[in-house]
C-alpha cells in the first residue's frame, strides 16, 4: 500500500487505558505496516523502531497508563484538532461491571459510562461532519443467563440488568450508521490475558491453593485470550465485512469447573475450594446472579464464518500462553 496515503489515516481509541484499551494500543504500533491492508498474526510485528504511518489519539484522562511517544492524547472527541479527522474510532470505554454490587447508584455508572458516553461520542462526531469506521465493544451479558442454550449472534436479547445494558450500548453504537459508518460491535466474553481482566483477581487466591470452581461449576464461561481480541478489533479495522455483531469469544466455550481446573493445572496448584454460590448473592447480589452463578454458551459464528484463525482455541492453550509471573 501506498505509504502516503497510509500516513493520512487516523485512529482515535474512546476509553484507550483499560486492559483491552492498552494491549490494542501496543498492537497497533506494533503492526503498523499492515494495520490498514490485512490480518495481523499471532504473535504481531516488529517492535516499533521509527514514527508510525498513521497518526493514533486516545481519550482519557490518565496518560500515564501509556508511556508511549507515539500516543496522542485528547480529553475528549471534540477536542481533537479541527484537522484531524478519524479514519477508526474503537470504543471501549465503560466502568467496569464486576467489581462492585449493583446498587442503584452503581447502575446509573454502569449506564453512563457505556450508553451515554457512546450517545456523547455519536453527537460530537456528528457536530464535525464525520463519518469514520465504529468498532465498539459489548458484552455477551447481552443474552442473559440462558443455561446450556447454544448463543449465536442470531439469538435474541436475554433479560436482566446486564442484557439490558448491553442492548442500550449497541444501540447507542447503531447511530453511526446514520452518518454513513460502517459499524462493526464485538459482544466480548471473558478475556484471559496477563495482569489484567478476570484473572487478575482469580490467579493470586489459586496461587495460594485457594481458588476453585464458583458456585456448582456447571455453568457456561465463554472466553477470549486477549491476543485474539485485539487481532479481532484490528481485523476489523481493514476487512469491510466485518459490519453488524460479532460475537468475541473462542471457538470453546467451557464450564467453569473445567476452567478453574485448567488455571490450577497451568499455575501447579490444587483447585480444590469452591466458592459457595450463597455466599456471593449475600455479597455482590444480582451481579453474582448473573455474571458469576450464571453463564452463557457463547459460540462466534459470524466470525468463524469469516475464516479468522484463533491463535488460542483451547482455554488450555490460552492458560499455557499468558505470563503469570
Known amino acids: 500500500m501506498d505509504k502516503k496515503n497510509m500516513a493520512t489515516k487516523v485512529v482515535f481509541i474512546n476509553g484507550g487505558t483499560g486492559f483491552i484499551g492498552r494491549a490494542l494500543c501496543s498492537a497497533l504500533l506494533k503492526d503498523r505496516s499492515t494495520i490498514f491492508s490485512g490480518e495481523r498474526h499471532c504473535d504481531g510485528a516488529n517492535l516499533l523502531k521509527d514514527e508510525p504511518d498513521f497518526a493514533l489519539y486516545v481519550q482519557t484522562r490518565m496518560p500515564s497508563h501509556h508511556r508511549h511517544r507515539f500516543i496522542n492524547f485528547v480529553s475528549s472527541y471534540s477536542a481533537l484538532p479541527e484537522n484531524i479527522v478519524p479514519d477508526i474510532v474503537i470504543n471501549l470505554a465503560g ?116 481458588g476453585g470452581p464458583i458456585a456448582t461449576g456447571m455453568q457456561w464461561m465463554s472466553w477470549i485470550h486477549i491476543c485474539d481480541l485485539v487481532r479481532l478489533i484490528t481485523t476489523a479495522i481493514s476487512n469491510e465485512n466485518y459490519s453488524g455483531v460479532f460475537n468475541a469469544t473462542a471457538p470453546e466455550p467451557v464450564r467453569q469447573k473445567e476452567f478453574a481446573d485448567q488455571l490450577a493445572n497451568t499455575l501447579g496448584r490444587k483447585a480444590l475450594l469452591p466458592t459457595p454460590g450463597f455466599m456471593l448473592r449475600l455479597v455482590f447480589g444480582q451481579m453474582a446472579e448473573e455474571l458469576l452463578i450464571g453463564g452463557q454458551r457463547v459460540l462466534p459464528e459470524k466470525v468463524l464464518a469469516q475464516d479468522f484463525s484463533y491463535c488460542h482455541s483451547s482455554v488450555a492453550s490460552a492458560l499455557k500462553d499468558i505470563d503469570f509471573s
Open 95 to 210: 466502568a467496569p461491571i464486576a467489581d462492585k454490587r449493583w446498587t442503584a447508584q452503581r447502575k446509573k455508572v454502569l449506564l453512563d459510562s457505556r450508553i451515554r458516553l457512546t450517545e456523547n461520542l455519536y453527537r460530537s462526531v456528528k457536530v464535525k461532519g464525520h463519518s469514520p469506521v465504529l468498532i465498539s465493544a459489548s458484552a455477551i451479558g447481552f443474552y442473559g443467563v440462558r443455561g446450556d442454550e447454544a448463543l449465536s449472534e442470531h439469538s435474541e436479547k436475554g433479560q436482566g440488568f446486564a442484557s439490558e445494558l448491553c442492548s442500550g450500548w449497541e444501540d447507542a453504537a447503531l447511530q453511526f450508521t446514520d452518518l454513513g459508518s460502517r459499524v462493526c460491535i464485538f459482544r466480548i466474553g471473558v478475556v484471559l490475558g496477563a495482569k489484567g481482566g478476570a484473572l487478575r483477581k482469580m490467579v493470586p487466591l489459586f496461587k495460594l491453593g485457594l
